[in-house]
């Protein structure tokens, strides 16, 4: 069950109009009241007099206000907030509406009941799933409701309700989260045909100018390019304080742009919180016209990229609380930087782990910036590095980072585990499953090269590449050999061979850095670890068929030449 309180306004017999209306949409069915403050307001949903209704509704709950000297009222003294059942919950009845209405009233303050002052309030259903709440912000005796963190309350009170009543158990938030879309923001997307409201498509563009930028400058350069309006709040100063952003094509009914300051699409995108990053970061990054120090292209980005993810992972296990924080925070970077320059064929997957992570890269705990410089850096280095054309080297080393981004990922959502931190824990692990798939998507060519070149191995080759298994990974080695990756693994260990490399001895490394429990294929895994270690291609077709027999006589000296024929002569 999910609380939305709004923004306060200063209309309530506009709202009310609009909540007994058919809606934007015709979305609105039967609109009736459920419940009000004293049991005994006019429902406009059941009269025959339906304007009149309406009017007496809104002067019964604006009493308060307007019996207060004009001076002293609120400039804006309607609130006003929606609880939502959960998809799946069965259908509540009015009554059940009504006694979450007084319950929600009661736990944010607005009508704390018990002989407390409160407000006037009413409660209307028009559909199914919903009810909304509207009060004014005067009580009874002209004060103001206590409503301090009236969402939290609201959220707390949700939280026993659906115990109470069996319904679905909806983590529990702290705060941070993103505002949602209002219901008007919801239908005047349908109604433009939009996948995403405004704010939702604002949000998801801002964070990715973020991902990797290092200034002003750039930051607002990258907002430019990706076509939204910009406006910059200054000081008298000319110091640059906020921002806010529109779509050229989202208007309101003045034909106006409708813009969103930056902390309004989410806590960590507003200025003062994105300057946090680039503090940490820009004395050691390329400037936004100097790109010496990034990658060639982007498989070189996507190799740098998986070995910081791959760092991430250690101190997230090991380092403090703000250190994980600000990783985690990092990662979110990462994995919007990825969702700008991926192939066809992992773009929706990756968007949408981008897109769920986002929740998961908030929290109380304060980020500790300088330790994330190298994510940050991952994160520039995949922008700058340019797009990925989804086969050869670019689709494998895809695939390889994928890989090592879904461990930080589980990472971060054991880490918000434990700091029972629910909602950012369930995004993180909502974000692993959009990587496992794009990471099938990205593997399925690269791991088939793979499989052929492990499957044509010689038999003594094959057995030698069994005796390190079973010499670095006792214990797993028999799962490995029964999984179909297996010949992709037995391929890069003859690689790794042919290399130079120890093959067991790089096999316990890959395996001592981190666990293995959560992976669905430990020999993939292993095979992008151990191509990372030996930097060795990502794709495999790019190794001649001389690659695979060379680790034969790796490790032995070879035979001086003379340049005699070595052929034995005939007898006489």
């Known amino acids: 069950m999910i609380p939305s309180i709004n923004d306060p306004g200063d209309d309530t017999a506009g709202l009310l109009y609009y909540l007994y209306g058919p809606g934007r949409a015709e979305e609105h069915v039967d ?4 419940a009000s403050f ?22 019964l709950i604006d009493q308060p206000v307007e019996a207060l000297p004009p001076h002293s009222r609120p400039a804006l003294p309607v609130w006003h907030t929606s609880v939502r059942a959960a998809p799946g919950d069965r259908t509540l009845s009015d009554d059940e509406w009504a006694d979450i209405a007084r319950r929600v009233v009661a736990a944010t303050g607005i009508d704390p009941g018990g002989g407390e002052p409160g407000c006037r309030w009413a409660a209307v259903r028009h559909a199914d799933d919903h009810i909304h709440i509207v009060a004014t912000l005067v009580c009874e005796d002209g004060s103001r409701p206590d409503d301090f ?25 702290d705060g941070t989260a993103a505002k949602r879309p209002t219901s008007a923001e919801r239908h005047k997307a349908e109604r433009q045909g939009r996948e995403q409201t405004a704010r939702e498509e604002l949000r998801e563009t801002v964070r990715r100018a973020v ?22 709040r200054e000081a008298p100063s000319g110091d640059l304080l906020g921002y806010k952003v529109a779509l050229t094509d989202d208007r309101n009914e003045d034909n106006e742009p409708v813009y969103f300051a930056g902390s309004t699409l989410a806590p960590d995108l507003s200025l003062p919180r994105i300057r946090e990053r680039w503090s940490a970061t820009q004395q050691d990054a390329a400037g936004p016209d100097d790109r010496a120090s990034a990658p060639s292209g982007p498989a070189r980005a996507r190799r740098r990229a998986a070995a910081a993810a791959w760092q991430a992972l250690v101190i997230i296990d090991h380092g403090n609380d703000r250190q994980a924080a600000a990783l985690i925070a990092a990662a979110g970077e990462v994995l919007d930087a990825l969702a700008k320059t991926s192939a066809a064929h992992t773009r929706k997957q990756l968007q949408e782990a981008a897109r769920a992570f986002e929740r998961a890269s908030r929290s109380h705990v304060q980020a500790e910036r300088g330790h994330d410089r190298a994510l940050r850096q991952a994160a520039r280095d995949l922008i700058y ?20 981004v879904a461990f930080l990922v589980i990472a971060a959502a054991h880490w918000h585990g434990k700091k029972n931190h629910a909602q950012q824990a369930a995004a993180a692990r909502q974000a692993a499953e959009h990587l496992r798939a794009a990471y099938q998507s990205a593997a399925q060519h690269p791991m088939a090269v793979l499989r052929h070149r492990g499957r044509r191995l010689s038999q003594p080759l094959q057995r030698r590449q069994v005796a390190h298994l079973r010499q670095a990974m006792p214990e797993l080695a028999e799962q490995i050999l029964a999984e179909p990756g297996w010949h992709a693994l037995a391929a890069t260990l003859a690689d790794i061979e042919a290399a130079g490399h120890e093959p067991a001895a790089l096999l316990t490394e890959a395996v001592a850095r981190r666990e293995l429990d959560t992976a669905e294929s430990v020999s993939d895994v292993l095979v992008w670890r ?43």
């Open 31 to 34: 609109p009736h009241l459920v």
């Open 38 to 59: 004293d049991g005994l307001a006019p429902d406009p949903g059941r009269s025959a007099d339906f304007h009149r209704a309406i009017k007496d509704l809104a002067g």
């Open 149 to 173: 963190r009236s969402g939290m309350r609201a959220q707390a009170e949700c939280r026993l309700i659906e115990k109470e009543l069996g319904l679905t158990l909806v983590n529990a938030g």
């Open 211 to 232: 991902a990797g930028a290092t200034s002003e400058e750039e930051f607002f350069d990258r907002l430019a390019a990706a076509g939204l309006l910009v406006r910059k």
């Open 385 to 404: 590095g340019g797009p990925a054309l989804g086969r050869g080297e670019d689709g494998a080393t895809t695939a390889m980072v994928i890989d090592m």
């Open 530 to 572: 151990l191509r990372r270690l030996a930097d060795l291609p990502a794709d495999a077709s790019a190794m001649s068929e001389a690659d695979t027999a060379a680790p034969q006589s790796a490790g032995r000296p070879k035979r001086p030449t003379t340049g005699r024929s070595t052929r034995p002569r005939k007898p006489r």
